[in-house]
């Protein structure tokens, strides 16, 4: 059974990058077939799709995050990653890193990212 | 985008009793393979989202069978038979047939 781990900072600051990393445990991140998401949820509110990358390198991403955002794989470390560049308090949310284009078959525990000054 | 339309936004019930959640698409989630491209998701409280119900009605591993998903192209439904106090929480309904992803709002699911 697959597991996965979210880890990056809590804090960020404004006009900075959001770095987080998922790491994939039971389980190859370059599986044929799979897909790997992130997902996030701003405070009392309901889920947003971030993006995923296929286990080739292909990326798709929320059109709202466009330009911000990048997904990338690390083969060697058995890990994805999600890079948000220049945030604002409005990407203060949980992000969750999920296993599958849909559905979502496995979902981190997810990870409380602010942003402030 | 395709919308997803959840009703009702809270659901107070009875343990014991049957309840039913449901969820409608801007667009039909009827793929040509057959299959409809909708997941349902409970989120419990200060836990990550778990995925129930993928393809319109297919339980996912481990799900009881007291969870049933029905319906195809726009209109689908949850139905919880028999609910017990563990499935309180948030369920949503979530649209796979084309990126991006996207969720519906989210129905509370509360005891009486």
């Known amino acids: 059974q697959v597991q996965l781990q979210e880890s990056g900072p809590g804090l960020v600051k404004p006009s900075q990058t959001l770095s987080l990393t998922c790491t994939v445990s039971?389980?190859?991140?370059?599986?044929?077939?799979?897909?790997w998401s992130w997902v996030r949820q701003h405070p009392g509110k309901g889920l947003e799709w971030i993006g995923y990358i296929y286990y080739s390198g292909n990326t798709d991403y929320t059109p709202s995050l466009k330009g911000r955002v990048a997904i990338s794989l690390d083969t060697s470390k058995n890990q994805f990653s999600l890079k948000l560049t220049s945030v604002t308090a409005a990407d203060t949310a949980v992000y969750y890193c999920?296993?599958?284009?849909?559905?979502?078959?496995?979902w981190g525990q997810g990870t409380l990212v602010t942003v402030s000054s | 985008d395709i919308v997803m339309t959840q009703s009702p936004l809270s659901l107070p019930v009875t343990p014991g009793e049957s309840a039913s959640i449901s969820c409608r698409s801007s667009q039909s989630l009827l793929h040509g393979s057959g299959y409809n491209y909708l997941d349902w998701y409970l989120q419990k409280p200060g836990q990550s989202p778990q995925l129930l119900i993928y393809?319109?009605?297919t339980r996912a591993s481990g799900v009881p069978d007291r969870f049933s998903g029905s319906g195809s192209g726009r209109d689908f439904t949850l139905r919880i038979s028999r609910v017990q106090t563990e499935d309180v929480g948030v369920y949503y309904c979530?649209?796979?047939?084309?990126?991006?992803?996207?969720f519906g709002q989210g129905t509370k699911v509360e005891i009486k």
């Open positions: 039971g389980g190859s991140v370059i599986s044929g077939g799979y897909h």
């Open positions: 999920a296993s599958g284009g849909g559905p979502l078959t496995v």
């Open positions: 393809m319109g009605s």
């Open positions: 979530m649209q796979a047939l084309q990126t991006p992803l996207t």
